[in-house]
């Protein structure tokens, strides 16, 4: 008899070791707070090699998190980018593909609409610029339950705006524009840690909050205290003036002191947000991820070359060059993410599965991303790789491409609306500046490349890409140039 016991007794601890460890998995969904930058640069950290400006909380986030050094932007500019995050889909695929003001079709289910459905409260406080009006593309018809911010992404240009919408009203801000009294982007942070404090009083269901913030993009506009100590610095500036009369952007007699200032106070309000959840014993139970929507822009006086906001990088904002595409991703979640670096190739559509499966319920089926969970929580020999990744861009006039990275190696094909595109491949293993072009000496390599464009793209007359689409869309003539 005791020796039986004595054979049962270490099979029993085996199983009740194993109830344990899956007692470990999260119990409970984590809460999600998802910081979405706009036109932030991977290289404008101070983690990731920024040099004039500071960023001590971001830094911060990303030693205490997991920094992804190979996480890429769903496009090379918002609407497009923004749409993939929101859908999952990469642009060969997504509903939105092209940079014009136009509302997500309410068909495509959203990362808010799914975690919804899973029980999340879902929150969103910024710019969305999916829509153009409350009736025409409001965030409450894709799954959030409030709203606070901008719709239509050329309002967003303005920081001190007239009005702000909260749940499809107009709320006044007075003072603006003319006495500089609300900065948008301040009033976004208070309606998010407003939205926090509520969470904790209420606590039961877990939240998704989403802000996209509308800083660094032009307009290069910032307070008087944010300017102030970068203005000090005494760089050489060329004022920003905007010649033919369409104020796209404001005037700024120091945009260099303007950029810096508004990623610092980008920076500034991750840190009140990370501080907010630690006071409210929120943080062990909430991710925090922080990425930004493209590439840095020259736009409105923005200056990319003296900040270096590209990186190592090739590009900014509006190319398929890795510089308007590679974004940083910061994932910080203490006692749940170890702290490091990731070199795990990732996109932003692999977001909306990778919150789905935290979440409890898997994503929709027809998506292009991979759920990052393996990676995030320490089983990187688990982790799914993509085959390949896939963007596709088309902007007014001659700026039609598409790109594939497939391992190191990245092929481009510029000028798809022309009869004859040209093909260039880079390895970014050895090239991560894309400067030496390979495409004449690996021909094989270029073909199966292309091939995996094809692959990728699917056609839709609501955003005609090649040479070919463009001559057969009703109603269009192609340009070849
Ligand atoms: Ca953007």
New binding site residues.
Partial sequence: MLSRHMRVGPLLLVLLCGVRAAQQEPARPPNVVLILA??LGFGDLGCQGQARIRTPNLDRMAAEGLRFTQFY?GGA??VP??AVLLTGKHTGHAALRINVTQPLPEEETTLAEHLRAAGYRTACSGKW?LGNSVASGSPRAQGFDTYFGVID?IQAHRHYPEFLLRDDERVALDGNPTARTHYSHDLFTEEALRFLEAARATPGRPFFLYLPYSLP?ADLDAPADALAPYRALGWSETPYVESGGERLYCDQPTPRAAYAAMVARLDRDVGRILDRLRELELERDTLVLFS???GP?SEGGGDPEFFDSNGPFRGE?GALYEGGLRVPLLARWPGRIAPGTSAQLAAAWDLFPTLAELAGTPAPADLDGISLVPTLLGRPAEQRAHAYLYWEHSAPGPFHSQTVRAGDLKALRLAVHARRPRVELYDLAADPGETRDLSAERPEDVARLVALMEEAHVRDPRSPLTYRELNSAPGRRGRER
């Fill in positions: 706009d036109d932007a500019v918002c980018s923004r610029a992404q993009h930004s929507d493209n822009s904002k």
